[in-house]
C-alpha cells in the first residue's frame, strides 16, 4: 500500500513543478494578500476539494469499465503513453530554461480569481484544460493499475494522500517565499529538478503499460 502513496505523490509532484495557471494564481495572491504566507494553503485546499470530487465522479462513473479487463489494459497503456509524452515534454522545456528564470515576474500581471483564495482554487483549477485531460489519461490510468476504487478504501485514501501532498510541498513554500520577499529561484537546480521529474514519468509510464499488460488488477 505505501508504494500508493509513494508513486501518487511523485506523479504529483512532477505536475506541480511545472509552470501553470495554478502556480501563477499562488504568487499573485501570496504577494497581494495581508496574511499571503496562508494562501498557498487556502488555494490548494481548493484545488485538492475539486480533485476529491473528481476522483469519486471518476470511480462513480467508471465502475463499468473497471469490470472490462480489454478496456482497463487500454486505459492503462494509453495513461502511461501520455506520461512517457509528458515527461518527454518536461525534459525538452527543462533544457530550454535560461540562467535568469524568474518565476515570479508575471504574478503582477495576474489580475482574475481575486476573491476567496479556497473558491480561486477550485476556478482556476477547473480553468485549466490540461487537468481535465490529466486525469482522464494519466489519473484514471494510476487508478486502474493500482486497483484504486470503492472497494479498496485504504488505497483511495493514500492514493489522494499522495496527490496532494506533492501539490503541498511546492505551493506552500513558492507562497511563503512570495510574501516573505523572495524573488528568484536557482535555475540550473530547477532544471536538473524538472529533467529528473521527466525521467521519472518516463520510467513510470512505461511501468504502467508492462503492469497493466502483465499483470491486469482482474482475471
Not at 506523479?11 to 496574511?35: D, M, Q, W
Not at 465502475?63 to 489494459?73: G, H, K
Request: a neutral charge.
Amino acid at each position: 500500500m505505501l508504494e500508493i502513496l509513494l508513486f501518487s505523490f511523485l506523479v504529483a509532484l512532477t505536475g506541480a513543478l511545472s509552470p501553470g495557471p495554478l502556480l501563477t494564481y499562488t504568487i499573485y495572491k501570496s504577494f497581494k494578500e495581508k496574511r499571503g504566507y496562508l494562501e498557498g494553503i487556502y488555494i490548494i485546499l481548493g484545488h485538492a476539494t475539486i480533485e476529491l470530487i473528481l476522483i469519486l465522479f471518476l470511480l462513480a462513473g467508471a465502475s463499468f469499465f473497471f469490470q472490462n479487463i480489454y478496456i482497463l489494459t487500454i486505459i492503462g497503456i494509453v495513461g502511461g503513453s501520455f506520461l512517457i509524452l509528458f515527461g518527454i515534454i518536461s525534459i525538452k522545456d527543462a533544457l530550454k530554461i535560461e540562467n535568469n528564470l524568474n518565476l515570479f515576474q508575471s504574478s503582477s500581471n495576474y489580475n482574475r480569481f481575486k476573491g476567496n483564495s479556497f473558491i480561486g482554487g477550485i476556478l482556476v483549477t477547473l480553468s485549466n484544460p490540461f487537468w481535465e485531460f490529466w486525469w482522464a489519461v494519466v489519473g484514471l490510468g494510476f487508478m486502474v493499475n493500482f486497483n484504486i476504487n470503492f472497494f479498496n478504501p485504504l488505497g483511495l485514501i493514500l492514493f489522494f494522500i499522495g496527490h496532494e501532498l506533492g501539490d503541498i510541498i511546492w505551493y506552500v513554500p513558492i507562497s511563503i517565499s512570495v510574501y516573505f520577499g523572495g524573488r528568484s529561484l536557482n535555475s540550473r537546480i530547477y532544471k536538473y529538478v524538472i529533467v529528473l521529474c521527466g525521467i521519472f514519468m518516463i520510467i513510470f509510464g512505461l511501468y504502467l503499460i508492462f503492469n497493466i499488460i502483465f499483470f491486469p488488477p482482474i482475471s
